[in-house]
């Protein structure tokens, strides 16, 4: 396989660094809400660590319980968010060798600490944001051509893997079929838009074709790995106008910049194979 | 060009990655194959394993909302009204950019719909034992004064479809407030 001569300038350092920063500010953005509402992660809080530690025998009264206590409990755990999003914002700027290592490393390990302290009205962005990092760590530790060409498809892969699974359990269902769902969901006030609700109430058809014309692109988006270089701008844009309505108009902020994150991956595998 | 031959990590990394990728395929039949889900909740605890389903295949289509009433510790009175407490979500222009009061409205509607799972009406002795039982009792508790009796609820409103009745989906016991 030959790279796509217009596009051999992109390198896969280059991919892994525009993933890195945008992952960067993802985890920034969603440690700085965090911080923004210490509330909600005290002990009278819907996240009170002596209640969440009793979910696990071993974080009740054993040895990770004992190491994890002083790390998540408050106002401690805020201290955690502190360092999260101070590493992720080292990460925005570049680095090399092992500090840009300890950076992500410090990312991986506070976000795998938090996962284990639970409770904190986790989203999806911050599953796919955890394994963004991961793979980007893994790509620090030993940076070669051949582990960031590994990493990148490994993402790029994770990502159609997302849309295609989210697409699919659309697809084949009844009330995303029938329009219901689209309308249930946005009709919410946790997820949904005054304006909008009013619309889509008013106008059932419209909202019937524009489930299933979503839940159609989410399952068709593997495609651009297999379709011509030239359709990647179309993909990726869709991609991204449907994450900006989606912050717009349900709230979910941090998607866009988590699955943003993982498009230079897609564009890597697309422009190079 | 040929590419080199792969280094040990590399060698190491390829099939590493490609398990993770498989699990993670795996990991979305989820709603089709019911063991799965509570598989991945024992071992998959840095939640490295993801779930893509979002909103798909049921979506969760109302607001749910946590009610309180307490009564005197004596046991003689009546109890008060219901109250609301917990957030009340209302769409900003900046949401677009921040929006941090989701969390605490996804902590609610994490537990609540846990809670409102199984026994809607609190009668298995072991359902005050649950976690999402515990973390609401605590949360309550800590908002009404001491020796007084306090109950909560679970009720669920269609948000902007008016036409919709709310529904009160679980009601706790009593407990006293210490």
């Known amino acids: ?273 | 060009m040929p590419r080199p031959a792969m280094d040990p990590y590399e060698t190491v990394l390829a099939p590493l990655l490609g398990a993770w990728l498989l699990l993670s395929a795996i990991a979305q039949l989820g709603p089709v194959a019911d063991r799965l889900p509570e598989y991945q909740r024992r071992y998959d605890v840095l939640g490295l394993v993801p779930r893509y389903h979002f909103f798909a295949p049921r979506p969760g289509v109302h607001d749910y909302h946590l009610l309180v009433r307490t009564r005197p510790g004596g046991g003689t009175g009546a109890y008060g009204p219901w109250q609301e407490i917990g957030p009340r979500p209302r769409r900003r222009w900046w949401h677009v950019l921040w929006n941090p009061d989701r969390r605490a409205r996804k902590q609610l509607f994490d537990l609540t719909t846990a809670l409102t799972r199984n026994d809607a009406r609190c009668e298995d002795p072991a359902t005050p034992l649950s976690l999402p039982y515990l973390m609401v009792l605590q949360h309550v508790s800590r908002r009404v004064p001491a020796g007084r009796l306090v109950q909560f609820a679970v009720a669920r409103s269609a948000g902007y479809r008016t036409g919709e009745r709310p529904g009160l989906l679980f009601v706790s016991r009593d407990h006293r407030v210490t």
């Open chain 1, 1 to 273: 396989m030959t790279p796509h001569t217009a596009y051999t300038a992109y390198t896969a350092y280059t991919a892994l660094r525009l993933v890195e920063v945008l992952a960067s500010a993802g985890v920034l953005l969603g440690s700085l809400e965090r911080l923004a509402r210490p509330r909600a992660l005290d002990d009278a809080s819907l996240a009170s660590w002596p209640v969440l530690r009793l979910r696990r025998p071993g974080y009740a009264t054993g040895v990770t319980g004992a190491v994890l206590t002083p790390l998540v409990a408050y106002p401690a755990v805020l201290g955690l968010h502190g360092l999260r999003a101070a590493a992720a914002a080292g990460c925005l700027w570049p680095t090399a060798g092992p500090v840009h290592a300890a950076l992500l490393g410090l990312v991986v390990v506070t976000g795998a600490v938090l996962t284990l302290r639970g409770g904190q009205g986790g989203e999806g962005a911050d599953q796919l944001l955890r394994i963004v990092f991961c793979a980007l760590l893994l790509a620090a530790v030993h940076p070669t051509a051949t582990t960031a060409r590994l990493v990148l498809w490994f993402l790029a892969l994770q990502v159609c893997l997302a849309y295609f699974v989210s697409g699919l359990y659309k697809v084949t269902s009844r009330t995303w079929l029938d329009g219901s769902a689209l309308t249930g969901i946005l009709t919410t006030r946790a997820y949904g838009h005054p304006a909008v609700a009013a619309r889509l109430l008013a106008h059932p058809a419209a909202t019937r074709w524009l489930s299933r014309a979503v839940s159609l692109a989410e399952t068709l988006f593997p495609l651009v790995l297999l379709a011509p270089p030239a359709w990647l701008p179309l993909f990726l844009a869709a991609g991204l106008a449907f994450h900006v309505a989606c912050a717009a108009l349900m709230g979910l902020n941090c998607f866009v910049w988590a699955f943003a994150s993982a498009y230079p991956a897609v564009a890597y595998v697309v422009l190079t194979t």
